[in-house]
Structures are given as structure tokens and as C-alpha cells.
T-cell receptor, first 112, second 116 residues
């Protein structure tokens, strides 16, 4: 099963891009990379996912390296409300179903 | 849709008491998950259901914990008897499963349980 490695914490200035890295060197060819975030005292919230192509939505962009061993979540213009714990997840197959396993994530602090 | 609904939002109880947490998933979702979050262990998957059937309960810590899903719109997580180490935030989540198993999980607001 693929595991992920993320830095425990990062900080970013408001209005600047936040680039959150994730290593998943043992990822399999059919495993997706998902990103969730958890704002204090709330449940985790889905951000974006991808397989091998770069993806963009209204919240963020996901850049996956060609060898798929790492990825970067980009918040193009971070705001104070983006302060949260960000989880990079590779779906893990359990009993025939694909269930995400949440690690410790990266605590992102956006400062004024 | 109101999203995933959990009740109660906060529960304070004494050691040895029975605790029941409730969850209403998003209508039409066929997967339901129960998670527990603590500072020490992070976010842990306890059990999940597919079409009301428990699929994997390997994350349930011990026999004091049990979960049921009597129908597609309701699930419970019960702790009997409760212990102080069960204090945590319990999240319920639901999702669809697409043909290629791509999906996102929608989480409820959580129930903060304190066992004295």
C-alpha cells in the first residue's frame, strides 16, 4: 500500500501562493492522489484529486510529477481562511474497496 | 442537501455509561464511514459500510465499540461501557463509489465526546 510523506508544518504570507509538497514514492499505477483539508474543529473537506495529469479547480491546483512519486498542492492566493491541516492521501485498497488513510498532514498557517 | 448530519455535537458522560452517536449520510450515498480523531493518533478509520453492510471493522478498537446501519439514512456508533480514553472527536462521512472508484468523502461536523 502506498504511503505519503508531508512536512509537518508550513507557513505562507496572505496573498502569496502556498505550495504544499507530498511524497508518495510507492504509489501504484492505478492509485489516485487526493487532497483534503481540515479547518480547526471542522470535519475534513475534499479539495482535489488526480491520477497523472495536473488538475485545477476553484480551490486549488494539483501538480503530479511524471513518475508520480510526488505531488504539490498549490493554493494560488492564500487567505487567512486557508489556515488548516492539509492531508495528502493515496487511496489504499482494503478488502476490495478503496479507502483513504489519513496521515498527520501539513499544518499550514497563513499569516497577514 | 444538508450534508452529513451528526448528533449530538457534544457529549459529556461519565465512565461506564453507554454512549450512542448518530449519523445521517447524504441521500443517495452508498458508503458510510466512522472516524475517530485524537491529538495522539490523528484521524483513524473505525468502520465503514457499503449499502448498509459493514465491510471492514478492523479499526474498531475493542468490543466496547459497535456500529450499525439499519437503513440507508441512519447509522449509530455505540460505546458501552465508555472509558476516559474514548474521549475524542468522532466523525461520520459518506460517499458515492463511481464506476472507476473515484469519489470524495463528505464529512459531518463531528461529535466531541468527553468521558469523565
Amino acid at each position: 500500500d502506498a504511503k505519503t510523506t508531508q512536512p509537518p508544518s508550513m507557513d505562507c504570507a496572505e496573498g502569496r501562493a502556498a505550495n504544499l509538497p507530498c511524497n508518495h514514492s510507492t504509489i501504484s499505477g492505478n492509485e489516485y492522489v487526493y487532497w483534503y483539508r481540515q479547518i480547526h474543529s471542522q470535519g475534513p473537506q475534499y479539495i482535489i484529486h488526480g491520477l497523472k495529469n495536473n488538475e485545477t479547480n476553484e480551490m486549488a491546483s494539483l501538480i503530479i510529477t511524471e513518475d508520480r512519486k510526488s505531488s504539490t498542492l498549490i493554493l494560488p492566493h492564500a487567505t487567512l481562511r486557508d489556515t488548516a491541516v492539509y492531508y495528502c492521501i493515496v487511496r489504499v485498497q482494503t478488502g476490495g474497496s478503496y479507502i483513504p488513510t489519513f496521515g498527520r498532514g501539513t499544518s499550514l498557517i497563513v499569516h497577514p | 442537501d444538508a450534508g452529513v448530519i451528526q448528533s449530538p455535537r457534544h457529549e459529556v458522560t461519565e465512565m461506564g455509561q453507554e454512549v450512542t452517536l448518530r449519523c445521517k449520510p447524504i441521500s443517495g450515498h452508498d458508503y458510510l464511514f466512522w472516524y475517530r480523531q485524537t491529538m495522539m493518533r490523528g484521524l483513524e478509520l473505525l468502520i465503514y459500510f457499503n449499502n448498509n453492510v459493514p465491510i471492514d471493522d478492523s479499526g474498531m478498537p475493542e468490543d466496547r465499540f459497535s456500529a450499525k446501519m439499519p437503513n440507508a439514512s441512519f447509522s449509530t456508533l455505540k460505546i458501552q461501557p465508555s472509558e476516559p480514553r474514548d474521549s475524542a472527536v468522532y466523525f461520520c462521512a459518506s460517499s458515492l463509489a463511481g464506476a472507476d472508484l473515484r469519489y470524495e468523502q463528505f464529512f459531518g461536523p463531528g461529535t466531541r465526546l468527553t468521558v469523565l
